[in-house]
């Protein structure tokens, strides 16, 4: 009976270990590294690192960040997705309401509205868009990130000690019940968006002891680019949220 008792002893404890040294396995999280996006590196102005953690719904958007001052100037573009800065969309346009399978030029106004009327180069009512023969400088664009990254940035000069950081972006196609494909069944411009694009924004203050600032969404665009208006009522819309987990701008003002 003591041998029973000392057999099962011995295979109880080689059971325990066993599961012991798989259970660090279960527990172990994935995690996809952070990658580091360089833009305007060459620049002598104030330095910033922004953090984006994507959201639940993120897909391939486009997106600009850029810089204004407390009086919603403009300052400058810090980051766009190539996309937008050349004209060139993963889908070119045959003619209006025709795409090609291959990617090709095409003019998008409601793919970043806000900030293209932000970029103060209008005619008319449509904004001055980048193109292929008008592409924004390579220095501050680049290939959409598909995961997390850091944005390691510089101003073109010295920012005031207080200045906003913008983000602007938009998924393509991504309709809900009350953004639907046949909303505005006439509007094509809408109908390479549908739930319009987001704005988040943050006020940064250098001479405050803050390291570390939150972008919170603060407005869409207009659904199909024709102004430059920000629509805080943000109750309809609901996967565009989630492209966002969220942004981060830190200040190292050792070298402020």
Sequence with gaps: ???????????????????????????????????????????QGTRLSLEFYKGRAHNHPSFAIWLEDLEGNF???????RYVATGIYGHGEL???KWKPEPGEAVRPATLPYWAHKRG????????????????????????????????????????RRFRVLLEINQAWDSNRYWTNNKF?????????LQPALV???????????????????GHSHYSGKNGLLYTDLSTLTTALEIVGKVIVKIDRQVQ
Excluded: H, W
């Excluded at 029973?4 to 996809?32: D, H, W």
């Excluded at 904004?127 to 390691?152: E, V």
């Excluded at 069944?185 to 968006?193: A, G, I, K, N, V």
């Excluded at 924004?201 to 603060?218: C, G, K, Q, R």
């Design 121 to 160: 180069q209008l005619s008319d009512k449509i904004p001055d868009l980048p193109s292929p023969k008008n592409p924004l400088a390579d220095a501050i664009s680049g290939a959409t990130p598909s995961a997390d990254f850091i944005l390691q940035t510089k101003a073109d000069k010295i920012l005031p």
């Design 200 to 218: 988040y924004a943050v006020t940064i203050d250098l001479d405050s002891d803050i390291s570390e600032y939150f972008l919170n969404p603060i």
């Design 95 to 97: 003619e209006s309401g």
């Design 75 to 81: 300052i400058q573009t810090i980051f766009t997705t």
């Design 185 to 193: 069944p006439d509007d094509f411009d809408y109908m390479t968006s």
């Design 1 to 43: 009976m003591q041998k029973i008792r000392f057999i099962l002893m011995i295979l109880a404890a080689i059971f325990v270990g066993a599961l012991n040294s798989c259970t660090p396995a279960y527990k172990q999280e994935r995690t996809t590294a952070i990658s580091i996006i360089q833009s305007n590196i060459d620049a």
